[in-house]
């Protein structure tokens, strides 16, 4: 692994303890109030309960084969690598790794 792709993925979390939905009331990214009409989703690279704006929205992670489900600021993180992280997932499994 090259220094920029070291630097690179340890700009990004990496293993975080999955929080359990009874132990969060509140978004971890605006600290708003859970109800019927702001549903939990989870981060999968942060593993925190955020109010995604739109939880639709799945990006590639680093460690991750398939795109997964970000918030805002990972999304906002994760974007300019898309490319990057597309391309190099697909040669790992092309070659068969």
Not at 5 to 33: F, M, N
Not at 52 to 70: D, F, I, M, S
Request: with cysteine; charged share 25%.
């Amino acid at each position: 692994m090259s220094k920029e792709q070291e630097t690179k993925t340890t700009a990004l979390p990496t293993t975080v303890r999955w929080i359990p939905d009874a132990e969060v009331s509140v978004c971890y990214g605006c600290q708003l109030l859970f109800d019927w009409v702001r549903r939990k989703h989870h981060c999968r690279l942060i593993r925190q309960d955020q109010i995604l704006t739109n939880p639709e929205r799945k990006y590639l992670a680093v460690n991750a084969h398939n795109p997964q489900r970000v918030c805002d600021d990972c999304h906002a993180r994760l974007e300019p690598e898309q490319e990057e992280l597309r391309t190099s997932i697909g040669t790992c499994w092309s070659v068969g790794h």
